[in-house]
């Protein structure tokens, strides 16, 4: 069992930056492949990165690839998400999971944090 807690979200404006984190319980954590994904009002849930166990490969969404940054320390068993160059798009409640395998898809995560909203003004 794994429990996942992010924070870091906020208001910010377009152009600014947040750095979110998600920390999890238990000392299984490394072993966990990890993704960020995010909902905005009235749509589905996507992914936004996701990032294998050692840190060593990580997987972007075309719509954030080159603004946002995964990483990882497992020795804090925490997971992070750099956003830079926010946009009013990005607007979202944003949520760390845990997976067995590296994977896009929401239905391939086992455990999810509450989410943190993550709000960007134009």
């Known amino acids: 069992q794994v429990q996942l807690v992010e924070s870091g979200g906020g208001l910010v404006q377009a152009g600014g930056s947040l750095r979110l984190s998600c920390t999890a319980s238990?000392?299984?954590?490394?072993?966990?492949?990890m993704g960020w994904f995010r909902q905005a009002p009235g749509k589905d849930r996507e992914f936004v990165a996701t990032?294998?166990?050692?840190?060593?490969?990580?997987y972007y969404a075309n719509s954030v690839k080159g603004r946002f940054t995964i990483s990882r320390d497992n020795a804090k068993n925490t997971v992070y998400l750099q956003m830079n160059s926010l946009k009013p798009e990005d607007t979202a409640v944003y949520y760390c999971a845990a997976s067995r395998g590296a994977a896009t898809s929401p239905n391939e995560y086992d455990y999810w944090g509450q989410g943190t909203q993550v709000t960007v003004s134009s």
């Open positions: 990032i294998d166990w050692s840190g060593g490969r990580t």
């Open positions: 238990g000392r299984t954590f490394s072993t966990y492949v």
